[in-house]
């Protein structure tokens, strides 16, 4: 089974609103990374962040991690039409093996 | 400089058949990957190597898919023979070392019918 699951599977808001999804994973990671796919540009890294990091923002992104709770957040602040897409959460687990989550369906209504 | 590049970018084959997809990676990435990422869901790591060596290909279903990685540069995917279940997009991936950042190509539709 795949390592990180993303909560919710789907978001909807409009633009200019700030969008929040969630990743949990399973077992002890070096660290994690999220990933932006549209049918346009395909796969996309976003942002990486190490297990001894509790925060990182790039842009209009922020993401947390809770190594504590095996969790981790993305946030996108004012979002725009072009935000529109699936977001996944990867872990980098211990032992070199490379897991992404089952992905969140972020609309962004213009 | 110029992306991961993947070929060919769809392909129809008949169940039974065999398939094999190419990919070139970013020049100067030690590690790449193939993933499986079948519609609604996220990519299914397959096989990762360093160089030229297989670092895991735990989720490789290695009675029917075969890869290779020659002079630590271009990979090969194969599937032989081909399952209705293997219609999915396979993308190839690469990253500078494993745990850095990871760029994607565009990836190649298979349909097995």
């Known amino acids: 089974s795949q390592q990180g699951e993303e909560d919710p599977q789907a978001l909807s808001i409009q633009e200019g609103e700030n969008a929040t999804m969630n990743c949990s994973y399973k077992?002890?990671?070096?660290?994690l990374q999220w990933y932006r796919q549209n049918s346009g540009r395909g796969l996309v890294h976003l942002i990486l962040i190490r297990s001894n990091e509790r925060e990182k923002h790039s842009g209009r992104l922020r993401v947390t991690l809770d190594t504590s709770k095996k969790s981790s957040s993305l946030l996108i602040t004012a979002s725009r039409a072009a935000d529109t897409a699936s977001y996944f959460c990867a872990t980098d687990a211990t032992g070199n093996q490379f897991y992404f989550g089952t992905g969140t369906s972020l609309t962004v209504i213009p | 400089e110029a992306g991961v590049a993947q070929s060919p970018r769809y392909k129809i084959i008949e169940k039974r058949q065999s398939v094999a997809f190419w990919c070139n990676p970013i020049?100067?990435?030690?590690?790449l990957y193939w993933y499986q990422q079948i519609l609604g869901q996220g990519p299914k790591l397959l096989i990762q190597f360093q160089n030229n060596g297989v670092v895991d290909d735990s989720q490789l279903p290695k009675d029917r898919f075969s890869a290779e990685r020659l002079k630590g540069v271009d990979s090969t995917l194969k599937i032989q023979p081909a399952k209705l279940e293997d219609s999915a997009v396979y993308l190839c991936a690469s990253s500078l070392e494993f745990g850095y950042e990871q760029y994607f190509g565009p990836g190649t539709r298979l349909t097995v019918t």
């Open positions: 077992t002890s990671i070096n660290n």
């Open positions: 020049s100067g990435h030690a590690t």
